[in-house]
């Protein structure tokens, strides 16, 4: 059996895809209603993280955050000491690299595998398989579970060593983060010289300086309702490590640290759990 431990947003999706494709499941959640569709499609539960481990000899995981992460690998009723040797964990949350690192010593101790394998993709690629993996690690554990990450992604994209799986995605979610409040400054700005909303945000889209992803993101501004794709929390939490990144990396990234903040006083008036467009309300002068 495969194991699979989170199922928020990503994880459900993902673990879903694995079921429709012929995997056995066993999972697991803190919060177990979450876990109840799938179950109802045949995967079995485990009571623990540590039941997880007894059950299976590959373990994605799709947590939180860094904290989260270790909690459920090695604090109480973790499942590292519970793999079998050889096994093989799979981390695909977005977390630092430093800390992805740390988490392949920690299996290594124990001789089990890791491979860094967070996502590019939000709910919807998630739910259609379309996500694309970047992976860090040995290249001989991704070919083992490269079927299991093609029934839940359109691509692999292989980056090296343990941590580069990790620092791609941070690269990535760094210009998500700009872009969508650089998008959202812009709209804003042009609503305020009295031009119309939607033929701002047309234009924007029309033209050469929107990114792709920016589509997805118009019906949200446009309607002003931010049901979660992404949860705004979650992208602040990948600009904090973006620049625990940077320090350690000894590069100065001042507009990320700016956009950080941003996202910080987001979060601070309320907005956490909503999609991280909503950072467009956040600067709307209306407000
Ligand atoms: P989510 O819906 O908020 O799910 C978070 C998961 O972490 C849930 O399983 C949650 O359990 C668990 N968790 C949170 N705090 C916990 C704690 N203190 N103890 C134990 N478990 C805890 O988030 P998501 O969108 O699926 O994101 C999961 C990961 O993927 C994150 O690292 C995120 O940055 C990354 N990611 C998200 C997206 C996206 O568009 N949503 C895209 C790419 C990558 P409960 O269900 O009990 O709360």
Do not use: H
């Amino acid at each position: 059996m495969i194991g699979f431990i989170g199922l928020g947003i990503m994880g459900s999706r993902m673990a879903e895809n694995l079921i429709k494709n012929g995997y056995d499941l066993v999972i697991y959640n803190r919060s177990k209603s979450k876990a109840d569709k799938l179950l109802a499609s045949g995967a079995k539960w485990a009571e623990s993280p540590k039941e997880v481990a007894k059950n299976s000899k590959i373990i994605f995981t799709m947590l939180a955050n860094p904290e989260v992460v270790e909690n459920t690998a090695i604090g109480t009723d973790g499942f590292l000491s519970e793999m079998s040797e050889g096994s093989l964990w799979v981390d695909c949350s977005t977390v630092n690299p430093s800390f992805s690192r740390k988490m392949a010593e920690e299996a290594q101790q124990s001789n089990i595998r890791f491979l860094d394998a967070p996502v590019a993709g939000s709910k919807i690629p998630a739910e259609n398989g379309q996500l694309v993996f970047l992976v860090g690690g040995n290249k001989e554990d991704l070919e083992e579970v490269r079927p299991m990450m093609e029934v839940m992604g359109k691509a692999i994209a292989y980056q090296g060593e343990n941590g580069y799986g990790t620092s791609m995605k941070l690269v990535v979610n760094l210009m998500l983060a700009q872009t969508m409040a650089a998008f959202s400054e812009a709209v804003n700005f042009g609503e305020s010289m009295g031009l119309d909303k939607a033929t701002v945000v047309n234009t924007l889209l029309n033209g050469p300086t929107a990114a792709p992803f920016l589509n997805g993101k118009k019906e949200k501004i446009m309607q002003n309702e931010y049901d979660a794709e992404f949860p705004l929390e979650l992208l602040q939490k990948d600009l904090q490590l973006v620049s625990k990144t940077a320090y350690e990396s000894n590069v100065a990234m001042p507009i990320a640290n700016l956009t950080k903040e941003i996202y910080g006083l987001a979060k601070q008036n309320g907005l956490s759990k909503e999609d991280f467009s909503a950072i467009y309300k956040f600067l709307s002068p209306k407000n």
